[in-house]
T-cell receptor
């Protein structure tokens, strides 16, 4: 079993749609969590940290359920520029473990 | 510097040759990571340096891979006797003080694209 697992994707959605990504992690000792975005042939960039209380940044909402070891990312009113691969990331003792990523394609 | 700097950006080498990849982290960042990403794949952890502690080398795929970090700053990843399966993008990241619970961002360099022919 992979340490961090994500929806396989790809997700193809129209502009304005709401899309949700899910992620599960296997190590209950994991302490901090992130969503990264990676554009084609570019390096990953931090999108947002994920807190137990849930957090929102504009159109993006992240949720963490420690009991279920589950993380989610919700994107509302999706834009063409949201097209990218979204990576679920877990901090295990200072070491970042990445999921395989979910590809999102937003169409006009 | 303003960001994480990696060099070279592209490297083509013949099978069996040694290569050195360089990472210059953000000034003041105590943690430095190396990852690799094969085409269409996720990021694979290689090695992690944190301050003066012994590095976490648990991700290095074989003894042909090694890394150093001099003076708590610049790091070099060395691959000896390169094989075709070593072809990938090698990414370096740095962080201010990751710890176990930190929610600090980890900043990546733009990577070195290694092609072994």
């Amino acid at each position: 079993r992979k340490e961090v697992e994500q929806d396989p994707g790809p997700f193809n959605v129209p502009e304005g749609a709401t899309v949700a990504f899910n992620c599960t992690y296997s190590n209950s000792a994991s302490q901090s969590f992130f969503w990264y975005r990676q554009d084609c042939r570019k390096e990953p960039k931090l999108l947002m940290s994920v807190y137990s209380s849930g957090n929102e940044d504009g159109r993006f909402t992240a949720q963490l359920n420690r009991a279920s070891q589950y993380i989610s990312l919700l994107i509302r009113d999706s834009k063409l520029s949201d097209s990218a691969t979204y990576l679920c990331v877990v901090n295990q003792g200072g070491k970042l473990i990445f999921g395989q990523g979910t590809e999102l394609s937003v169409k006009p | 510097g303003a960001g994480v700097s990696q060099s070279p950006s592209n490297k083509v080498t013949e099978k069996g040759k040694d290569v050195e990849l360089r990472c210059d982290p953000i000034s003041g960042h105590t943690a430095l990571y190396w990852y690799r990403q094969s085409l269409g794949q996720g990021l694979e952890f290689l090695i992690y340096f944190q301050g003066n502690s012994a590095p976490d080398k648990s991700g290095l795929p074989s003894d042909r891979f090694s890394a150093e970090r001099t003076g708590g700053s610049v790091s070099t990843l060395t691959i000896q006797r390169t094989q075709q399966e070593d072809s990938a993008v090698y990414l370096c990241a740095s962080s201010l003080a990751p710890g176990r619970t930190a929610s600090y961002g980890y900043t990546f360099g733009s990577g070195t694209r290694l092609t072994v022919v």
